[in-house]
């Protein structure tokens, strides 16, 4: 590898070479995202040699990550030798196998498997929400029977999050069709919501799925959880597999608490270094889908290890692994440690068993990344990977700003957004809104202290700045929804938002502009009334 | 073009579709399918020669030799009509925007109104609508891809809108993984891949017809054709007629009663 070479690959990649014929080449994808692993193929190719080679001679530099798209060349750097991972938790495993792989093992009761065959999977967790319940229940019902019962009612949780505060007969209507099947089946896990005047006279409401299932201990080390949502993925934050799927796979889940799925194989992202103060997980993963594109993670499970992966809190990781999907991945998942313990203290008694990927284990492809490097980043419309830096974009005239959605409305969220707000103690010269992804997360911006505000809280601080009032929680505009969804866009606007898809009508208006982006980087862009880099505010 | 539609909506044209699944004898509300309803994904009975490679993958190469298959329901060999095409990355807020979710695809009116909201999302830059307004089925009953189709949220409404309007079959250069897995499940549309960029080289309008045992798309204006990819894993799921049938073919569930 050359000097030269190195310059234009900013990320260190080591690809297997497989055996399979019809290696697919994405034009867009910087890698052979070939879908299946042979089994007898060798680990590595370098532009060096074809053998195995640990002790590659690679000098440990950090190189800047470059802020362009990778080309369609991959140029292949064997990376230093692996740091030692923990052991694996079955003990049966005789080859090395990721924690993806794992997971599938156990769930299928298969010693050994392999990425791309196709298993039975028993399910441990099974969500769904108004949107896709109703659908998901008809097909139960036609296809078990309308007395059938299922599978376990202490294994489904129904959560009514998507369009709850809106008076759109169809969507209240599919809110009463999952409490009735609830009611019927004796559900154990509905987060009800009755009262649309006023959610916090709904005890039981929670509020967006992905938020509540953490929260409420649903999510849990080297577990199954599907879920009628595409942002399923954000439970791989807890070290399970966790995945989206759709209402007739659901139907099927329903009635036998089983899925066919493919083992995937696995991207991994090491991610090195002190995290700086102005950067937060949606900063990294938004440099991770811009490197290998909506398409680049298609059938892959995505790994996340590495010093600054251990020091994010749960709620950073439940952001890296909820845009897994953005990349066109199937999963996304963080090794549990004692930070994923502490968080589940008090929230579970279901026992679990975590797993960690072998040392030998084999991976797809590794990509390396300095992450003292970075800096804050916007997906650009329309589309998630068309990344640029905040300060690049700093003359994008934005009309507003929202913060909220499993992405980027939980707690630390909003603390994060007041941190930069308070740093400026400025009003935000465009319209703010703040949507808590759930009622605790409401609770929190109301009641905890920001710190260095002098005991503050969010609301105050969100007050003080000009925000608009913190608003039922919900998924709200995030994905636009019934007309009369709060702060949808209905008008061809700028917006810069905490959220995390910004295809074409994506919260509403066709020609609505979706700039996506961290907490940080929304409220310093609000202060400004343009795309702003929150270093303007932080530093 | 109007006559391309109809034969993709009559039962009695070779390559039209049938439910692949037959309502049960009890109504009740959740009842899916109208019995008289046109179509639905009909089982491919073919031999299949799969490698004995356990790590067989999606675009392995499973040697599909289909055979006729005479029973009541026929079988899809191929699929006939005026194509629409579209560019790379359509996520399904374009092929069915949040708005529209409200409508429940199990509930047959709902599934008919999603069908006249198919595409609907698409930019302005798409000067022809998939949909006229004021219908429900769209005149194109194949539509021609880029990479990355159907990716975004895991809605089944969006395989089941663009069913609900007509279409048969989709090709495409690559599809993203939910989506994918919601058009075998569902068997609303049959998901092909082609080898090469198919949409660069095909017009909105022009006719096509898609050969499954030979894995060949024709398009009549022009005069060219393209090789498919094999289905892949996705085959026997397809073959047995969704998620359910290949279910209780192995003895996984029980057979429906009616």
């Known amino acids: 590898m050359t000097q030269a070479a190195i310059q234009h690959s900013p990320i260190y990649i080591h690809t297997y070479q497989t055996h399979n014929d019809h290696v697919h080449h994405n034009p ?120 059938a019962k299922v599978w376990d009612r202490e294994k489904v949780v129904i959560i009514p999050d998507h369009y709850i505060f809106t008076t759109d007969e169809r969507a209240n209507r599919n809110v009463d069709i999952i409490r009735e099947f609830s009611h019927e089946q004796g559900i154990k896990y509905f987060y009800d919501i009755k009262d649309l005047s006023n959610f916090k006279a709904n005890p039981d409401y929670k509020g967006v799925c992905h938020v509540a299932l953490a929260q409420e201990g649903h999510c849990r080390p080297g577990e199954v959880l599907l879920g009628t949502d595409s942002h399923t993925c954000t439970a791989g934050a807890f070290g399970q597999f966790a995945t989206g799927i759709g209402n007739t796979d659901a139907g099927f889940v329903l009635g036998t608490g089983k899925a066919l799925l493919k083992v995937p194989p696995t991207l991994r992202f090491v991610l090195d270094g002190e995290m700086p103060d102005y950067l937060l997980a949606k900063d990294l993963i938004l440099q991770i889908i811009g490197e290998i594109s909506v398409s680049g993670a298609t059938y892959k499970a995505m790994e996340f290890v590495g010093s600054t992966i251990e020091s994010l809190t749960m709620e950073e990781r439940m952001t890296l692994c909820n845009m897994v999907v953005e990349a066109g991945g199937k999963n996304g998942i963080v090794p549990a440690d004692a930070t994923t313990f502490k968080y589940l203290k008090n929230k579970t008694s279901v026992p679990y068993e975590p797993v960690y990927s072998d040392d030998q284990a084999r991976f797809l492809a590794e990509y390396r990344i300095d ?80 710190p260095g505000s002098g005991g503050k809280t969010c609301s105050q601080i969100f007050e003080a700045a000009g925000c608009d009032t913190p608003t039922s929680p919900s998924c709200g505009a995030c994905l636009g929804g019934p007309k009369d969804t709060y702060a949808r866009i209905n008008e061809p606007q700028v917006c810069v938002s905490t959220t995390n898809r910004n295809f074409p009508g994506r919260m509403g208006h066709k020609d609505g502009q979706i700039y996506l982006a961290s907490p940080y980087t929304a409220a310093a862009s609000a202060l400004t009334g343009f795309v702003t880099d929150p270093r303007d505010f932080l530093r | 073009m109007s006559t391309a539609a109809s034969l993709a909506n009559t039962t009695t044209f070779s ?63 191929s699929f006939h009509g005026a194509c629409y095409v579209v560019r790379d990355n359509i996520d399904t807020d374009q092929i069915i925007p949040a708005e529209y979710l409200t409508l429940v695809p199990s509930k047959p009116d709902e599934y008919k109104k999603l069908g006249s909201y198919a595409l609907i ?33 895991s809605r089944e409404h969006a395989p089941v809108a663009l069913g609900a309007a007509g279409v048969a079959a989709v090709v495409a250069e690559s599809y993203a993984r939910i989506f994918f897995r919601n058009s075998v499940a569902t068997g609303e549309i049959y998901p092909l891949e082609s080898e090469v960029r198919v949409c660069d080289e095909c017009k909105t309008g022009d006719v096509v017809t898609i050969e499954l045992e030979k894995s060949l798309l024709i398009n009549h204006t022009t005069g060219k054709e393209y090789t498919l990819k094999p289905i892949g894993d996705a085959g026997p799921v397809i073959e047995a007629g969704g998620i359910f049938a290949y279910a209780r073919k192995s003895g996984m569930i029980a057979a429906l009663a009616t």
Not at chain 1, 53 to 78: D, E, G, N, R, W
Not at chain 2, 19 to 42: D, G, Y
Request: charged residues 20%.
């Open chain 1, 371 to 450: 992450v003292s490097k970075l800096d804050p980043l916007v997906a650009k419309p329309h589309s998630p990977d068309n990344r640029a830096s905040a300060r690049e974009c700093k003359d994008v005239k934005i009309d507003r700003v929202y913060i909220g959605s499993c992405t980027g409305g939980k707690t630390e969220d909003f603390l994060a957004a007041a941190k930069v707000l308070l740093a400026s103690g400025e009003k935000v010269k465009v319209p703010t809104f703040l949507v808590p992804a759930t009622q605790k997360v409401w609770m929190d911006i109301y009641t905890l202290p920001v």
């Open chain 2, 15 to 77: 390559s039209s579709l049938s439910r692949r699944q037959q309502a049960p004898a009890s109504i009740s509300t959740f009842n899916v399918f109208n019995s008289t309803a046109q179509r639905s994904f009909k089982p491919l009975i073919s031999q299949s020669i799969v490698v004995p490679n356990p790590t067989v993958s999606r675009h392995a190469s499973i040697v599909a030799q289909a055979t006729f298959d005479s029973s009541p329901s026929g079988s899809a060999t």
């Open chain 1, 28 to 147: 867009i994808s910087s890698m052979a995202a070939s879908s299946a692993i042979s089994s007898s193929s060798s680990p590595f190719i370098t532009q060096k040699d074809a053998g195995v080679s640990p002790l590659f001679a690679h000098p440990s530099k950090s190189i800047k990550i470059c802020q362009k798209k990778v080309s369609t060349k991959i140029v292949s750097v064997m990376t230093p030798q692996q740091s030692e991972r923990k052991p694996s938790a079955t003990g049966s495993v005789k080859t090395g196998m990721t924690m993806t792989e794992k997971i599938f093992s156990r769930a299928s009761e298969k010693l050994r498997l392999s990425p791309g065959e196709n298993v039975w999977v028993n399910v441990d967790v099974l969500m769904t929400h108004d949107v896709c319940g109703p659908g998901s229940i008809g097909i139960f019902k036609k296809e078990f029977g309308n007395d």
């Open chain 2, 121 to 153: 999302g698409l930019p302005e830059s798409y000067e022809t609508r998939f949909v006229e307004p004021g219908e429900y089925q769209s005149k194109y009953s194949i539509i021609i891809a880029g990479d990355n189709f159907g990716c975004g949220s």
